[in-house]
């Protein structure tokens, strides 16, 4: 599977391509929520447009352009597609396949018995595919529009067409994933002004031909693998729900305290270099710091003394430690007996090492007998920790732990570091720190800050969370 990076230059760097008509033809497949806003927006983009169900009712609305649910302006839509007869709906998918050169597939993915997804669906509509297809000589693109996880689209959708039909994915047809991103009560609004326009896909001509499709309403979708995008709609609506459940807990906690919420998260929202913006929002290593530990845990003692119950904030502290144990975890599986520690710090550029994550990784290794050694640009044997030790002493256990033994396992050069450890550790992103990865060889490295962009593709390298 193509990386990100990959991707993109692959479709940056394809040469034109002989596309379908100047508009291409579209079906689509499950006329619910999103199927109908498709069907109604892409017409009035100027594409002829089918849309499929099973669900008769659905069909027949969609073919006297009447909207089947309340949504602000979709019936105008839908009513303008079919006076200027760019909208039709059947129940045929096969044959709608065979008129068309696009298929958006937006059916029903609910939740199965086992809570994961039913496919039952998917793989109906994957078979009417490969018949309709199998049946043509042109180039047809599906479109998986459906909230599914992850390997679904190209591990389960497109082999049952290509079963059917007897042909090649990225080959004889084209598969990507474009996950929708339409809020009920204002879909068509963002529709046309989407937040994202994100596009998965493994080849060139599929990805060209879709942002051709979209280039009316964004012409610079983001185009990425067929994974990817599939995640990237499950990651949206977990970090909404997140939001929601924060909000709603910062109202629990304010109302006995007599706080307006409100004024509270008017202010909170006002922030967007940190509160509402990509920082901190970068998978790697846990939290540390003199700030964030201590205030989730004042938070979670307020609640607890008012009697109110925060189960995501006071989750936090569990969510950290599980990722500080999953180090210790990596570190151990290697077998070293001596580990090297690059980056000691909570965070690069300073010498603060209160609660920083990776003392309690130190603190266990040490504790079972590892030999450690640590670099970090900005601490030395002289860094003083006596007034770190006591603004901690009831938080840091694994700066209490190493109190001592810390200025002996401290090294001025990182290259000693590396030359004396049978496992790396790297837990700040620096020049330095890359240049002591790419010449340790086949040592072990545990990498939990994402020093590359492109992961290096050896089996000495692990990152925690890529």
């Not at 969609?62 to 709906?89: F, M, R, Y």
């Not at 998986?144 to 080959?171: H, N, W, Y």
């Not at 240049?435 to 290096?456: C, E, H, K, M, Q």
Request: proline share 5%; net charge negative; hydrophobic share 40%.
């Amino acid at each position: 599977m193509l990386d990100n990076a990959a991707n993109q230059r692959l479709f940056a760097t394809a040469q034109p391509l002989r596309l379908v008509e100047e508009k291409p033809s579209i079906s689509v497949v499950g006329l619910g929520y999103v199927g109908a806003v498709s069907t109604a927006c892409l017409s009035s983009l100027g594409h002829q447009v089918i849309g499929v169900d099973i669900d008769m009712d659905k069909v027949d609305c969609i073919a006297n352009g009447v909207s089947p649910i309340h949504e602000k302006d979709l019936g105008k839509l839908l009513h303008e597609g079919l006076t200027e007869g760019l909208v039709s709906a059947t129940n045929d998918l096969r044959q709608a396949v065979i008129d068309t050169d696009v298929t958006f597939v937006s059916v029903g993915t609910p939740t199965a018995a086992d809570g994961g997804c039913d496919y039952s669906y998917i793989d109906a509509a994957a078979r009417s595919i490969g018949e309709g297809i199998k049946l043509k000589n042109d180039f047809h693109v599906i479109v998986m529009r459906c909230s599914i996880p992850p390997g679904v689209t190209m591990g389960f959708m497109a082999p049952i067409i290509e079963e059917v039909s007897g042909l090649k994915a990225g080959v004889d047809f084209g598969v990507c994933f474009n996950p929708e991103f339409l809020r009920e009560g204002v879909a068509v609004e963002d529709f046309y002004a989407p937040p994202k326009t994100v596009i998965g896909a493994d080849d060139p001509k599929s990805a060209r031909i879709l942002s051709r499709i979209y280039e009316a309403v964004d012409e610079k979708p983001i185009i990425t693998s067929v994974e990817t995008a599939e995640m990237v709609k499950y990651v949206d609506n977990v970090w909404h729900a997140t939001k929601v459940c924060f909000a709603n807990e910062v109202g629990r906690l304010c109302k006995p305290l007599g706080v307006d919420s409100h004024a509270v998260m008017d202010v909170f929202v006002q922030d967007t270099k940190l509160n509402l913006s990509p920082y901190y929002l970068k998978p790697g290593f846990a939290f540390g710091g003199s700030c964030l530990p201590k205030e989730v845990r004042a938070v979670a003692h307020i609640a607890q003394h008012l009697g109110v119950d925060l189960p995501m904030i006071n989750s936090l502290g569990k969510s950290n430690d599980t990722q500080i144990a999953e180090a210790l975890r990596m570190a151990k599986e290697t077998g070293a007996r001596k580990v090297g520690i690059l980056g000691l710090a909570f965070k690069p550029g300073t010498d603060d090492l209160r609660e920083s994550p990776i003392l309690e990784v130190i603190a266990a290794l040490n504790a079972d007998g590892v030999k450690v050694t640590i670099h970090d640009a900005a601490i030395t044997v002289d860094t003083p920790l006596a007034g770190q030790l006591a603004y901690v002493r009831h938080g840091s256990s694994g700066l209490q732990a190493l109190a001592e033994d810390l200025p002996k396992m401290l090294r001025d050069d990182v290259s000693d570091v590396v030359e004396q450890s049978d496992a790396l550790i790297i837990t700040h992103n620096n020049e330095l720190y890359q240049d002591a990865v790419l010449t340790a060889g086949n040592t072990p490295v545990i990498d939990v800050v994402r020093l590359f962009s492109d992961v290096p593709q050896t089996t000495a390298y692990s990152g925690i969370g890529w």
